[in-house]
Nanobody, 123 residues
């Protein structure tokens, strides 16, 4: 599967952004999908994950209640709605796909990655 992330940009503190990830190839519904983020000098960190059907999600504590992950298996897309953004949310955001059946939090479980999209939150 190939992944293309989009939707990043510059937003003020408290603002919102919606990231999208378009998957190409067959059997998108066979993949759990995740969002991760990375800032310079730091390891990539888990943000959110959604299972194959979209019925189960999990979030990092830092974004819980502010971010919402969703997917549309008919359109081969996964989205991340980010509200109440904070400067510490500034990072490059990556979408990723995993063949695990459930929700997994480790980036090691995701062999397929998009190219990343920059999110910058100004204070």
């Amino acid at each position: 599967v190939q992944l293309q992330a989009s939707g990043g940009g510059l937003v003020q503190t408290g603002g919102s952004l919606r990231l999208s990830c378009q998957a190409s190839g067959r059997s998108f519904s066979n993949y759990a999908m995740g969002w991760f983020r990375q800032t310079p000098g730091k390891e990539r960190e888990f943000v959110a994950v959604i299972n194959r059907s979209g019925g189960t999600t999990n979030y990092a504590d830092a974004v819980k209640g502010r971010f919402t992950i969703s997917r549309d298996n008919a359109k081969n897309t996964v989205s991340l709605q980010m509200n109440s953004l904070k400067p510490e949310d500034t990072a490059v955001y990556y979408c990723a796909a995993s063949l695990y059946a459930g929700v997994v939090l480790s980036d090691r479980a995701f062999p397929y990655w998009g190219q990343g999209t920059q999110v910058t939150v100004s204070s």
